[in-house]
C-alpha cells in the first residue's frame, strides 16, 4: 500500500511540476519577441522533455563522496574488487530509471495528451537525440563525479555541490532556454559543456538541429567525454597519493 502510494504521489508531483512550468512559460512568452525561434507548443514539449532529461542525468555524489570520507566507509569502496567510478555510477543510474519509469514517463504520456508534444523530426534525428542523450548523461556523470573528487581536499560538500549546482542552472539552459540569454552569456556558454548536458539534447529532440548539426553536437559531447576522463585519471590519482580517511 506505501508503494502504490509513493508511485501516485510521484506522478502527481511530476505532473504539478509540470503543469507550473508550463503555466510560466505560456504566461511569459507574449512578452518576448521570439515567435520565429519558438511557440508556446513547442515551449510545451521543451519543458517535458527538459524534465525527463533531468531526472535521467540527477546526481548526488558531491554528498555520497563526502558522506563516504567522513564517515570512512571509503576505505571499503577503494579495496572492492569493482571500480568506485561505475560503481557509484549503476548505483545512481538504476535509481534514476527507476524515477522516470514509475514517475516520468507517466506523467509525460499524461501530459503529452493533455498540452502535445510537438514531433517534428524524423527517424535519423530520433536516433540521434538518443545518442545525444546517452552522451549528456556520461558527461553529466563525468563533471559531478570529479567535482565529488574535491571533498577528499574540502571536507564538505556543500559549497562545491552549490557552485555547480549554480552554473549547471545557468548554462545547461535545462531551466530557461538559452534562446532566452543575451549574446554574450551565450558565447560564454560555448566554451563550457553544460549547454551540451540538456539544451543541445533537446535541440535535436526539437527539429532546431539538422542531421549535420546533430552529428556535430554529439562530436562536442564525446569531446569533453573524453577530455573529461583524462581529467577524472588525473585527479583520482593524486587522490590515491594523498588519501586521507577521517571516521572508523
Not at 71 to 89: A, T, V
Amino acid at each position: 500500500m506505501m508503494y502504490r502510494s509513493e508511485f501516485f504521489l510521484n506522478i502527481i508531483g511530476t505532473l504539478l511540476f509540470i503543469y507550473v512550468q508550463i503555466s510560466i512559460w505560456c504566461a511569459l512568452l507574449p512578452s518576448y519577441a521570439t515567435d520565429a525561434i519558438v511557440g508556446s507548443g513547442q515551449m510545451v514539449t521543451f519543458v517535458i522533455v527538459s524534465y525527463l532529461l533531468r531526472q535521467a542525468s540527477r546526481t548526488y555524489f558531491t554528498r555520497a563522496f563526502e558522506t563516504k570520507i567522513n564517515h570512512g566507509n571509503i576505505s571499503i569502496d577503494l579495496i572492492r574488487p569493482i571500480s568506485l567510478k561505475f560503481m557509484m555510477f549503476a548505483e545512481q543510474l538504476s535509481e534514476n530509471l527507476s524515477m522516470i519509469l514509475f514517475a516520468c514517463i507517466p506523467a509525460a504520456i499524461i501530459s503529452g495528451f493533455v498540452w502535445g508534444i510537438e514531433l517534428v523530426v524524423g527517424i535519423p534525428n530520433m536516433l540521434l537525440f538518443g545518442l545525444s542523450v546517452l552522451l549528456a548523461i556520461t558527461l553529466q556523470f563525468y563533471i559531478e563525479y570529479i567535482a565529488g573528487m574535491c571533498v577528499f581536499w574540502t571536507r564538505d560538500s556543500v559549497y562545491t555541490s552549490q557552485a555547480l549546482g549554480g552554473l549547471i542552472l545557468i548554462f545547461s539552459g535545462s531551466t530557461v532556454p538559452l534562446w532566452f540569454y543575451p549574446d554574450w552569456l551565450n558565447i560564454v556558454g560555448l566554451f563550457l559543456p553544460f549547454r551540451l548536458m540538456a539544451f543541445e539534447p533537446i535541440r535535436i529532440f526539437m527539429g532546431h538541429a539538422d542531421l549535420s548539426g546533430a552529428i556535430e553536437i554529439i562530436a562536442h559531447q564525446a569531446l569533453w567525454i573524453v577530455g573529461l576522463y583524462v581529467l577524472e585519471r588525473l585527479v583520482w590519482r593524486e587522490i590515491q597519493n594523498n588519501v586521507f580517511i577521517q571516521g572508523g
